[in-house]
């Protein structure tokens, strides 16, 4: 299947910094979805991009899609506690149907 | 309803013993997938239902086996489980569109093997 290359793994900052991680995948992709995993929760879809160049805002979350369609990231401005939990980008299993497959997650860590 | 379901949130069983995760949605999604987590990983994916019907495995050993009663449900049944499955077992659902859709997931269940 399709492998989505993620980094940080581990992201320290301060609150009220920004913060951003990056996706890469050596094929293009049909689009890249987003999801936050909150310690010790399950993963929620925060958003899905489809168009090369795309760029999406979602209050301090600005998600972007690479030209050729092979990279993606997720900034975060002015972190807020509540922004703790690890970020996945995910694409597509590449199997035919819609199973996704994961980034390794960037772990954010915020310190007051 | 946007929720996912999954019971039992924690599941305790030796290795020869036999136990099902099952798992609920009543979006009227047609697709449904279960998935592994390890502490600290990505989720990976193990089997996906399209209507109802299995249309991924990714080599997923034996002692796992999926069912899907009817498009709500899912279930995955667990025999001679080893110690190194011990994880998150999660379920998601999503609509079925000519593309790839949002997943929603269920809390998962904490499975430990002994």
């Known amino acids: 299947g399709q492998q989505v290359m993620q980094i940080p793994q581990y992201q320290h900052v301060q609150e009220g910094e920004d913060f951003t991680t990056y996706c890469n995948s050596s094929?293009?992709?049909?689009?890249i979805q987003w999801y936050k995993q909150r310690p010790g929760g399950h993963p929620v879809f925060l958003i899905q991009l489809v168009k090369s160049g795309e760029v999406k805002k979602q209050k301090r979350l600005t998600f972007q899609f690479g030209e050729a369609k092979k990279n993606s990231s997720l900034h975060i401005t002015a972190t807020q506690t509540t922004d703790v939990g690890t970020y996945f980008c995910?694409?597509?299993?590449?199997?035919?149907?819609?199973?996704?497959?994961f980034g390794k997650g960037t772990h954010l860590i915020i310190q007051p | 309803d946007t929720e996912v379901t999954q019971t039992p949130k924690h599941l305790v069983m030796g290795m020869t013993n036999k136990k099902s995760l099952k798992c609920e949605q009543h979006m009227g999604h047609r697709a449904m997938y279960w998935y592994k987590q390890k502490a600290k990983k990505p989720p990976e994916l193990m089997f996906v239902?399209?209507?109802?019907?299995?249309?991924i495995n990714e080599s997923v050993p034996s002692r796992f086996s999926p069912e899907c009663p009817n498009s709500s449900l899912l279930n995955l049944h667990l025999h001679a489980l080893q110690p190194e499955d011990s994880a998150l077992y999660l379920c998601a659902s999503s609509p079925i569109r000519d593309r790839l859709s949002e997943q929603y997931f269920g809390p998962g269940t904490r499975l430990t093997v002994t």
């Open positions: 094929t293009t992709l049909s689009n």
């Open positions: 995910a694409g597509p299993s590449g199997g035919g149907a819609d199973g996704l497959t």
């Open positions: 239902y399209s209507y109802e019907k299995l249309s």
